[in-house]
């Protein structure tokens, strides 16, 4: 794609941004909370063990599956501050003296995992391999071979390697959109535009955050929840990626980290673009305004995950048009039915909650994307 159309797609998805205002479209502004499907109550149980504390990632996961109806067993990790952290969370819970203490507990059936993100394939496919299933933060995978021994994994093992999409899965706006795509509200989906800006919290971050080998590079990292929803929301069961590019403009200091990341994508039931960026200043007041953009044949919806800038206060802000009306959704108080599904997932061997072969889809675009990546050389 060359720079002409990709200006060109910015400047639509800032159009359709304005047209979701009553004052661009002249439309009647219909304001009300986000009526939602019942609540998902937990329906089973399970016994999980939670390996690696590197992202906190880990919190809303291992919360999720308690709303499942998990119990949680036993954790492991090394940092005394991620032990304390946890453990203030969730209660004095058994700290395993390994992770083998986990992996090796044959009452165990989920292994939620969130290490550093080349270590989290190696541990999925030995819980796997321990006839447990497993829930991996994003990115789950970060080489292209990692992906391949997951596969393998999968169909010899019969075991779940899920990963937790989270900015679609745990955002009750995005919950709401996936219930009004379903339910033909603004017809056939065409297209998805996912921008995922976030903030780089220089001083907090470890050094396996600056080192692409470790986290699998912007695309890799970030752009899988985006990929994941791109292929949820346009329906795609195959998809390619048509170009990507990624750079390092403003975090000189680390010459390998990469800080900026567009791709374009195609499938059997859309299309998308995605950008991921580190720029989010200080001043937002939360670290990104992520934004989604839905076009469908009869309507569009926009999300405004985190924060509306200078609007309503919060987040889980949902704008939808569509032949009758435009309408503003408050979906913060949308019930998040991914803990209880996964659950039920384990128990009844279904897939309700997480569809394995999109979830590996996700992240194969983004590894392709990533490696075949055109390098940017701007100056700050």
């Not at 009844?348 to 394995?356: C, G, I, L, W």
Request: glycine residues 10%.
């Amino acid at each position: 794609m060359d720079e002409l159309s990709r200006r060109g797609l910015f400047m639509a998805a800032g159009a359709m941004g304005l047209a979701g205002m009553p004052e661009a479209a002249g439309a009647r502004m219909v304001q009300a909370e986000a009526p939602s499907r019942p609540d998902p109550r937990p329906r089973h149980h399970v016994r999980f063990g939670v390996i690696g504390l590197d992202h906190y990632h880990i919190m809303s996961m291992t919360a999720a599956i308690q709303r499942g109806g998990g119990e949680l067993v036993a954790f492991y990790a090394t940092d005394p501050k991620h032990i304390a952290d946890f453990r203030k969370q969730f209660g004095e819970v058994k700290l395993a003296r390994s992770a083998d203490e986990i992996l090796d507990d044959p009452t165990i059936q989920l292994i939620a995992a969130a290490p550093v993100p080349d270590q989290r394939t190696p541990i999925g496919i030995r819980a796997m391999r321990n006839g447990k299933d497993v829930l991996v933060d994003k990115p789950g995978i970060v080489t292209l071979q990692q992906l391949a021994q997951v596969r393998r994994a999968v169909k010899e093992t019969g075991r779940k390697f899920a990963i937790m999409y989270s900015e679609r899965l745990e955002v009750p706006a995005a919950v709401k959109a996936g219930e009004l795509v379903a339910d033909g509200r603004i017809g056939k989906v065409v297209q998805t535009v996912n921008l995922a800006p976030h903030q780089t919290r220089r001083p907090m971050r470890p050094d396996w955050f600056w080192d692409p080998q470790r986290y699998g590079g912007i695309l890799t990292d970030i752009g899988s929840h985006q990929a994941d929803q791109f292929l949820f929301y346009t329906g795609s069961k195959t998809a390619q990626v048509l170009a990507s590019q990624v750079g390092n403009v403003s975090h000189r200091d680390h010459p390998a980290f990469q800080d900026f990341g567009d791709m374009t994508v195609t499938g059997d039931g859309g299309t998308g673009y995605i950008r991921v960026d580190w720029y989010t200043p200080d001043g937002l007041g939360v670290w990104g305004d992520g934004r989604l953009f839905i076009l469908g044949t009869e309507g569009y919806i926009e999300l405004r995950k985190y924060v509306d800038v200078l609007g309503r206060k919060g987040g889980n802000h949902l704008l939808i048009v569509d032949r009758k009306e435009a309408q503003y959704m408050d979906c913060s108080q949308v019930p998040l039915p991914f803990g209880p599904q996964f659950v039920a997932d384990i128990v009844n061997r279904t897939s309700e909650a997480q569809d394995q072969e999109q979830a590996l889809l996700a992240a194969e675009l983004v590894l392709k994307a990533q490696k075949d990546a055109r390098r940017l050389d701007l100056k700050a």
